[in-house]
């Protein structure tokens, strides 16, 4: 395996875990948000 796609593999996956992350919590507080309003 080539150095450069690893990385390149790596930085990917850790995109993918943080888009995740972000991604749970912004539909939490969009819940939130909508239960204050509602």
Known sequence: ???AF???AFSS???LAI???LLQHL???IGI???HLL
Do not use: A
């Open 1 to 3: 395996m080539k150095p």
């Open 33 to 35: 948000i909508l239960d």
């Open 27 to 29: 539909l939490y507080f």
């Open 19 to 21: 888009g995740h992350y």
């Open 13 to 15: 996956l850790i995109f």
């Open 6 to 8: 690893k990385s390149i």
